[in-house]
């Protein structure tokens, strides 16, 4: 695996209480994203980082919101977890390119059970 | 709106056999195409991505793909399935209009049978 790490690995909480998932790289990738995977869905775009301090929205942001104070850690919060939110997160670096578009590399996930 | 399909939830097929993957995608602009692997309990693994140039593309274990334009296909194939290959396979799309924004299909269950 690309240098990138995730931590919690799992978590079990209760609805109502604030999440944070942390995404730590250590490959100096301009990007950063988080996904969510559930069954019959893939994996969909929560938000993503273009560099310290620049984030914007994803295709399922509503509920989360995201921080990158620092190129290597881009951060998850749902402020108020919920039941759909139960699902399993991926954090993905991405170099930029010279006009070309590089892949991603993942991390090995996040398994969250809000209760 | 940009968008990803892959058609088939399960594939199964004999070790040794050729497989296939099939991914059709939708986007405006130039399509940008990728395909990964996921093991179970593990994140994804990057296999393959056409950008530009020559459309057939190799990559890792052994897998290739063929970009077609007029079909706006991308299907993955290998001539000889390992059991190793059992996983879930991912194909994404991104393109000159989304950048470094990727959408992914819902993913293909292979199964190689001994």
């Known amino acids: 695996d690309a240098g990138i790490t995730q931590s919690p690995r799992h978590k079990v909480t209760e609805t109502g209480t604030p999440v944070t998932l942390r995404c730590h790289q250590t490959e100096n990738h301009r990007y950063m994203y988080w996904y969510r995977q559930d069954p019959g869905h893939g994996l969909r775009l929560i938000h993503y980082s273009y560099g310290v301090k620049d984030t914007d929205k994803g295709e399922v942001s509503d509920g989360y919101s995201v921080s990158r104070s620092k190129t290597e850690d881009f951060l998850l919060t749902l402020e108020s977890a919920t039941s759909s939110q139960t699902s399993v997160y991926f954090c993905?670096?991405?170099?930029?390119?010279?006009?070309?578009?590089?892949?991603?590399?993942f991390g090995p996930g996040t398994r969250l059970t809000v209760l | 709106a940009q968008s990803v399909a892959q058609p088939e939830d399960q594939v199964n097929v004999a070790e040794g056999n050729p497989l296939t993957v099939k991914c059709t995608y939708s986007v405006s602009g130039n399509p940008y195409l990728f395909w990964y692997v996921q093991y179970p309990n593990r994140g994804l693994q990057f296999l393959l991505k056409y950008i530009t140039g020559d459309n057939l593309v190799k990559g890792s274990y052994g897998f290739e793909a063929e970009f077609n334009k007029s079909q706006t296909s991308f299907h993955l194939k290998k001539p000889s399935a390992l059991v190793s290959d059992s996983a879930l396979y991912f194909c994404?799309?991104?393109?000159?209009?989304?950048?470094?924004?990727?959408?992914f299909g819902t993913g293909t269950s292979l199964t190689v049978i001994p």
């Open positions: 994404a799309v991104s393109s000159s209009n989304t950048g470094n924004q990727f959408y």
């Open positions: 993905a670096i991405g170099q930029a390119g010279q006009g070309d578009i590089n892949e991603q590399f």
